[in-house]
């Protein structure tokens, strides 16, 4: 028998905590180990957000039963193709216990990039390679940045898939889309979701950092650490610098990133968006879960 989590109609980045809740719902407490069958069959949307964090739920829930998950797939045809499209699928096939057709393929895709693992740095620079030439379509094209924007992406890109590696000490994914939002913005944005299970940044900075904190280190102080003050794990000078170097990348672009790590997250929050710029008391969750989201620049006409 299986326990079953429904996966929310909307996956985005609160359809991911509501995952994130549901689960740790399911894997409290002194229960026997039970396979839990995420029950995708409502889902009418997804963010690359979503679909990156539905992998790393499915993945920590074959941790804590010590049995692969169940996945029923989408019962809408459009959300089943793009699944299809970002390579769901196969990266899924990893992680789920899935019937065979479900691992199918596609043919070329629009995405920036499809979800990709990270597991090594050769996987890091195949992963820069392949967005290079479709990035500068998107950013120059769709979302109107100068050209420089495309070597500055390509730098952010490499610098937030290194952070699985050097921090998390485990796998990881990396997903990107460019669409038109409208509820929010009313133009075309791209989304970059960056994935980990691993030890999160409370666990990673702790051997350097934790004891000058003393009672007041959590995943919060961890995450304003890096993100705000640029601290690191490493004592190599330096190091450190690359989250900050984003964050000012990002504020340039009048972009968001979230960085989610433990039990809390932090922000830069742009005018477009009302977020807290850190939430403490979230449920619970291992590794680090990024979110950048690049809006298209608004050209201002030329007089005449």
């Not at 499915?58 to 989408?74: H, I, K, N, Q, W």
């Not at 193709?81 to 970002?86: F, G, H, L």
């Not at 500068?136 to 730098?155: D, G």
């Not at 807290?276 to 979230?282: I, Q």
Request: with cysteine; glycine share 8%; charged share 25%.
């Amino acid at each position: 028998m299986s326990r079953v989590i429904e996966v929310p109609s909307v996956l985005d980045e609160r359809g991911f905590e509501r995952l994130v809740s549901d689960l740790a719902e399911q894997t409290s407490g002194e229960r026997e180990p039970e396979r839990i069958l995420f029950d995708a069959r409502r889902v009418r949307w997804t963010s690359p957000y979503g679909l990156v964090g539905l992998l790393a739920v499915g993945d920590v829930a074959r941790g804590r039963t010590g049995l692969a998950p169940s996945l029923s797939e989408p019962e809408a045809s459009e959300v089943r193709s793009y699944w299809e499209r970002m390579d769901f699928w196969q990266n899924a096939a990893a992680v789920f216990d899935l019937p065979s057709l479900s691992t199918r393929s596609h043919g070329e895709s629009d995405a920036l990039l499809e979800l990709t693992p990270i597991r090594s740095h050769q996987d890091v620079h195949r992963v820069v390679e392949r967005v290079r030439e479709r990035a500068a379509t998107i950013l120059e094209r769709r979302l109107h940045y100068p050209k420089p924007a495309v070597i500055q992406f390509s730098v952010m890109l490499s610098e937030v898939c290194q952070n699985i590696l050097e921090h998390a000490e485990g796998d990881g994914w990396v997903c990107a889309q460019t669409y038109f939002w409208k509820e929010r913005l009313g133009r075309d944005v791209l989304v970059l979701a960056v994935m980990d299970v691993g030890q999160g940044f409370e666990g990673s900075l702790a051997a350097e950092h934790a004891r000058r904190f003393g009672d007041r280190w959590s995943s919060a102080t961890a995450l304003e650490a890096a993100f705000l003050n640029g601290e690191s794990r490493f004592r190599d000078p330096g190091r450190g610098q690359g989250l900050q170097a984003i964050r000012r990348q990002v504020t340039r672009w009048d972009g968001e990133i979230r960085i989610r790590s433990g039990d809390a997250m932090i922000a830069r929050v742009p005018e477009w968006d009302d977020i807290e710029p850190l939430s403490t008391g979230l449920v619970p969750f291992p590794g680090a879960q990024i979110l950048i989201v690049m809006p298209a620049r608004i050209e201002t006409p030329v007089p005449a």
